[in-house]
């Protein structure tokens, strides 16, 4: 007989979906005669979608059935899925889906061992599939030992199936159950677990700032968080370090010390300790308070008795759709693209859609529903639904059904995963067993609970996924390295838009460290990056900045100033509530604590005389369109003094010339001993202590690492290994990036921006997208009714797919096949970052910087500026010099996504540092024509060597 809590550390060893996968719900059926609080936590299993909630139903069971319920106990052990129940097929064939490339993953299917792989599955760039069957193989050999001891056997399998580093409780239990069967298996299993420290060693990052000088201290961190073994980790130190494990050394001593206490030898004084700070931003969306409490409860701690209040209080409440949908947000972002299920296969081939839980466990899940739903109802937390036999009765329709709910298709204007209203009433009008409806039940009053619109934007339509795909293999076109996530757990996955260097291979994303914001939360944030949490007290508009530390933890945190939410704004006789969005004539205005924020367009239908609009320019303040420039102190080039002026700028705030014409080292502003390097920027924010300085004043003796490999392009079209080295030999930086033969001759391109550039690298190194050819000297209309300007005389390019239907970026002349967004944002909120970030000015660089790890297609770029009405203007563009009709539609696809995080204040996004001061979001696509969309059979592109032929976009120092 297990006891309870042994049992409770096999079952979270499991993959949780293969629980639910396993557990037959007759099991429950043992509770029937003891108290209903253990036989509805028992069915719960079963109907639970989210695996975080799993895990804590499961860690909390034995409180409801005690573990002197042995049928129940005997009955849910009997249906775990153990190493008999298995087939004795190739071990490596459930790691197949953790190879990159789709002929490896392809080969790895049909493959009967190891060998069969070799020659189509390269070692060095398949890690995550080789790591995966080495350890199946040791867990088969390890765990062989235990014959017909069946504890011992599911124990030892528990220890292998787990991605994380094994527990104390999984070792100890070895040790219990195992100890007299098989003492091979003890030292199997111990050899295994020996390369493998108890503690992840990211939690040992602290011993590194014990080192005594700052390379030991650098290569420290870059071996805790790139190595796993342990001997790995002390054979590199000793290299890198260049001294052997004294004990008093104080590294080694940190280190050797406590590489396997089970807790830091440090005390915990993080602010965020315990805390999920992602599901905290999300509390403050709940309208009703009993929500807002539980919400805030279950961030530190989601019991059971919480969450199943939760679900029939919230999770259905359609004035809580906010905050369920921030709360899936947290748990499972939307991504683009759906691929390799096996079970769900109408949802394959789908790259410009998007899903949040395109996964094999989702597929499994489906599956398992259905059998479920086999048995006659459909079991949800707050109803019964009575069916009819659904093998019989539109069987197809319930399998969309069930892979909808499981692998969540989500849409930008509700990031809701229900179906349509009418879907749900037609076939439960057809299915449901009416006989068995309770009192007042109706399919029509159900499905007003369950799915209450009928909006194409905001619900799933099932016909959509009763048919397979269209596009089939085009969808090679469209790319999505970082889903699934190839990376470790405490790692993040970022697109690799760098290419490769010559001769080498490399994978199309990059694993990289982060926090996770709060100790209790999934998500994770870059490092180094900024992060606005709320307070820990929850008071609703306190919130505090934190940085994400080289010891993997949000520290350093700083108290914002406090918002009053409860303020709202009166416009038009009406009152608007905090965060909600209107327009006020042609403005877009959002309500922030009592105060109307609204962007500055000039609106023809204001002016009040005939005259005033025969010259209404589409300028702000309605200023002539003659493009005289102007370079204001925030670095941004303006059109005109009047725009300048009408955009607050006094006249000393200005000077004419467009600003990438100006030396901002002439003269020297820098002391004798110091070298000042041009570094120039466009600021978001204006305080006294934080000038938005054109310039970086450096010892001239700089220290370079000649061994960094950033390439960068000096004026003279020379090529040097990194920037330091091309300040340090006294060069003018051209562009970020190799030198490109396409830029070897200086013709010069006009950005969205104003800004001339000598050529297009120049201009997409500085994340500017290229209006036109030669130098600037036309100003386009911000608003959408422009008059005649100078534009009419530009020779725009043509564009670059035949039926795209383009946008016009504010302030262009051209039209661009490109996703589009506008950006709203809080002043006064951007004013108070520099303060908590030494003084550092926010510019518009930053924020491209964040929201480019958000663009998930390598096909699509971001590109962006400030416009001339101060709105933030953002491209996401197709690389490709002649993208197709597919690539077109992700990169709007990746922009709607976008737009909609920023609209929802989504904390997968405003969470960061500047982006917090988003207010909201106007998003505008390029349509493109039915009769140039992709047909079936249409040849692949080998998009890598694309990407790498178009990697003028894609050159910019991350």
Not at 382 to 399: A, L
């Amino acid at each position: 007989m297990f006891l309870c809590l042994e049992m409770i550390f096999f079952f979270l060893a499991f993959n949780t979906y293969d629980i639910l996968r396993a557990q037959d719900s007759s099991c429950c059926d043992h509770a029937e005669a003891v108290p209903s609080a253990c036989k509805e936590a028992c069915d719960q299993l079963s109907t639970i979608k989210s695996e975080s909630r799993l895990k804590h139903m499961l860690q909390l069971l034995p409180d409801y059935c005690p573990e002197s319920m042995n049928e129940l106990w005997n009955c849910i052990n009997a249906s775990l899925p153990g190493a008999s129940k298995k087939s004795d097929g190739w071990v490596g064939l459930g790691c197949c889906e953790l190879a990159i490339s789709a002929e490896c993953r392809q080969n790895c299917k049909l493959a009967s061992s190891r060998n069969d792989i070799t020659k189509v599955c390269k070692k060095d760039s398949e890690k995550p599939l080789y790591n995966c069957i080495t350890k199946n193989e040791m867990g088969s050999v390890c765990c062989s030992y235990a014959g017909r001891h069946t504890n011992c056997r599911e124990y030892c399998q528990a220890i292998f199936r787990t991605d994380s580093s094994p527990s104390g409780s999984q070792i100890n239990a070895i040790l219990s159950y195992c100890q007299s069967v098989s003492p091979q298996l003890i030292s199997c299993v111990g050899n295994y677990t020996k390369s493998y420290p108890i503690r992840s060693p990211v939690d040992s990052l602290y011993c590194c700032d014990r080192a005594e000088d700052s390379h030991c201290q650098s290569a420290c961190r870059h071996i805790l968080r790139t190595r796993t073994t342990e001997q790995e980790i002390i054979d590199e130190l000793i290299a890198e370090c260049d001294r052997q494990p004294l004990p008093q050394d104080p590294l080694w001593q940190c280190f050797l010390g406590n590489a396997h206490a089970p807790q830091p030898s440090h005390p915990d004084t993080s602010p965020t300790a315990k805390m999920d700070c992602a599901k905290l931003h999300c509390c403050s969306k709940a309208n009703t308070s009993v929500c807002r409490e539980m919400c805030h409860h279950s961030s530190t701690n989601w019991r059971m008795q919480t969450m199943q209040e939760f679900d029939q209080l919230c999770e259905y409440n359609p004035v809580e759709a906010e905050l369920v949908s921030c709360l899936a947000d947290v748990r499972e972002p939307c991504q683009l693209g759906c691929k390799d299920l096996s079970y769900c296969t109408n949802f394959n081939n789908r790259p410009v859609e998007l899903f949040r839980s395109c996964n094999t466990q989702a597929d499994q899940g489906a599956m398992n529903d259905i059998k479920l739903w086999e048995k006659g109802s459909i079991q949800m937390p707050h109803m019964s639904i009575p069916v009819r036999d659904i093998g019989k009765c539109q069987p197809d329709m319930w399998k969309a059904v069930a892979c909808s709910l499981q692998i969540k298709p989500c849409y930008s204007k509700s990031r809701g995963s229900v179906i349509c209203r009418s879907d749900c009433v037609e076939i439960l009008t057809q299915c449901g067993d009416h006989s068995r409806f309770r009192e007042g039940q109706t399919p029509e009053s159900i499905c007003d609970m369950l799915s209450p619109t009928d909006d194409p934007d905001r619900c799933i339509p099932l016909e959509k996924y009763l048919t397979p795909s269209a596009l089939g293999d085009i969808t090679q076109e469209v790319i999505h390295p970082c889903n699934p996530n190839p990376c470790p757990s405490h790692q993040l996955c970022e697109v690799n838009r760098k290419g490769c260097q010559p001769g080498q291979d490399c994978l199309p994303y990059f694993c990289v460290p982060g926090c996770k914001l709060g100790e209790a939360s999934e998500l994770l944030v870059h490092m180094d990056s900024l992060i606005q949490v709320p307070v820990p007290s929850g008071k609703a508009g306190c919130y505090e900045v934190c940085s994400c530390g080289q010891s993997g933890r949000l520290e350093n945190c700083a108290d914002m100033p406090c918002v009053d939410i409860s303020k709202t704004c009166v416009v038009g006789g009406q009152r608007k509530s905090h965060g909600s969005v209107f327009k006020v004539d042609c403005q877009l205005c959002s309500c922030f604590a009592g105060t109307p924020i609204c962007s500055t367009r000039q609106c023809l239908s204001l002016l009040s005389s005939e005259e005033d609009r025969q010259h209404f320019t589409g300028l702000p303040c309605s200023c002539p369109d003659q493009f005289v420039p102007v370079c204001a102190q925030n670095g941004r080039t303006y059109p005109s003094a009047c725009v300048a002026r009408c955009m607050g700028m006094q006249d000393q705030h200005f000077s004419f010339g467009t600003c990438r014409s100006r030396d901002p080292c002439m003269p020297n502003p820098c002391s004798k001993n110091q070298r000042c390097t041009p570094s120039r920027k466009v600021c978001l924010s204006s305080t006294s202590s934080s000038p938005c300085r054109q310039y970086e004043c450096q010892a001239r003796s700089l220290t370079c690492d000649k061994n960094q490999l950033d390439p960068v392009c000096d004026s003279t079209n020379t090529e040097h290994p990194n920037l330091c080295l091309l300040y340090q030999r006294g060069k003018t930086l051209s562009y970020m990036g190799p030198c490109q033969d396409a830029c070897r001759s200086r013709r010069p391109v006009c950005g969205h921006n104003g800004e001339t550039y000598g050529t297009v690298c120049e201009a997409y190194s500085d994340r500017a997208a290229v209006d036109y050819a030669g130098p600037c000297h036309a100003v386009g209309s911000v608003s959408e009714f422009g008059g005649e300007s100078g534009c009419d005389a530009v020779l725009c390019p043509p564009l670059p797919r035949r039926g795209c239907q383009p946008v016009r970026p504010p302030g262009a002349c051209c039209p661009l096949c490109a996703g589009m967004l506008q950006i709203l944002w809080n002043k006064e909120q951007m004013n108070v970052f520099p303060e908590l970030n030494h003084n550092r000015p926010m510019t518009v660089h930053d924020v491209l910087r964040i929201l480019r790890l958000h663009v998930s297609v390598p096909q699509c770029d971001i590109f962006g500026y400030l416009s001339i009405d101060s709105a933030i203007v953002v491209l996401i563009v197709p690389v490709d010099y002649q993208p197709t009709s597919l690539q077109i539609e992700a990169c709007n696809k990746e922009a709607e996504k976008i737009d909609s995080l920023i609209n929802f204040g989504s904390p997968t996004l405003v969470s960061r540092v500047p982006l917090s001061a988003f207010v909201m979001s106007e998003v505008k696509v390029s349509a493109i024509s039915q009769a140039t969309r992709p047909t079936p059979g249409s040849p692949p592109i080998q998009l890598l060597v694309c990407a790498l032929l178009a990697l003028l976009l894609t050159l910019w120092a991350p």
